[in-house]
């Protein structure tokens, strides 16, 4: 199985002693990171919708931005995001066979980069990928990524042998995958809290699942569908009566 998994917003930039490699889409992350950078401070604000602090750190950071970084300017992709997801992930205590698998079967979606692998590096940045980005491809990021990603996504999955992905990414960042260009049969879980008997989704807690879903794929090199239902973590546990075909449902008793 494949497996995405949306970016953060917040980074963690600890310095890591992990071998990097080279994003699939590096060529496409600097014309855009160009294109951003020549935003007025104004603009770049409204893009997404940002506090003057964190609109002047994006626009510096997109100024900072090089074509061939430093080694010390760059940071592991799965070790680098600090979001939700990632305290679901833990990557950072990934052994090196799981974060090999790992470099083969998950990817992470993103506004710059488009597609990365768990080693590749990347330079710090913020770009949403509902951003409304003007750039010769359109008006927003989905344009402009098009159907590179889904095309992508195929090719990764013909070379691990398998036609499934599991999408633990959110609604914004899978949307990037047109389903007319994606090959593969699309798995998305569910993940809800049981207060007095009424399952719910709440986002913090689905975010902090996802992640977890996607280590308990690469812990257990998980290749059956049917394997994700063994899913435990957090106390979660597989509701057959909620689920439906792709949609498998997991619940737990609301903290």
């Known amino acids: 199985m494949l497996i995405v998994i949306s970016p953060a917003k917040r980074l963690d930039w600890t310095e890591r002693r992990v071998d990097t490699t080279q994003p699939a889409f590096a060529h496409d992350a600097l014309r855009l990171a160009k294109t951003a950078r020549n935003l007025p401070l104004r603009d770049l604000k409204a893009l997404m919708d940002l506090s003057d602090d964190l609109a002047r750190l994006n ?10 970084p430093a080694e010390a300017d760059v940071r592991p992709a799965a070790l ?22 790992a470099q083969d079967h998950l990817r992470i979606l993103s506004g710059l980069y488009g597609l990365l692998r768990p080693r590749d590096a990347i330079q710090p940045y ?28 195929n090719d990764q999955a013909e070379a691990v042998g398998t036609g499934t992905l599991v999408n633990c990414a959110s609604q914004e960042y899978f949307g990037a995958v047109p389903d007319r260009t994606l090959k593969l049969d699309v798995v998305t879980p569910q993940f809800m809290e049981d207060k007095n008997g ?9 975010k902090r699942a996802r992640g977890a879903m996607a280590r308990f794929i690469v812990q257990n090199r998980l290749t059956d569908p049917a394997s994700l239902r063994d899913f435990d973590a957090g106390g979660y546990a597989y509701r057959d009566d909620l689920s439906e075909p792709g949609r498998p449902v997991f619940v737990r008793p609301a903290e």
């Open 126 to 153: 913020r770009l949403e990928m509902g951003s409304k980005l003007h750039t010769r491809r359109g008006e927003t990021l989905y344009a402009y990524w098009g159907d590179q990603l889904a095309k992508a996504l």
């Open 80 to 101: 680098a995001f600090a979001g939700d997801t990632y305290q679901g992930l833990e990557a950072g205590s990934l052994d090196a066979d799981e974060m090999a698998w």
């Open 198 to 206: 009424t399952p719910k989704v709440v986002s913090f807690y689905a």
């Open 59 to 68: 626009r510096d950071r997109f100024r900072a931005y090089a074509e061939t």
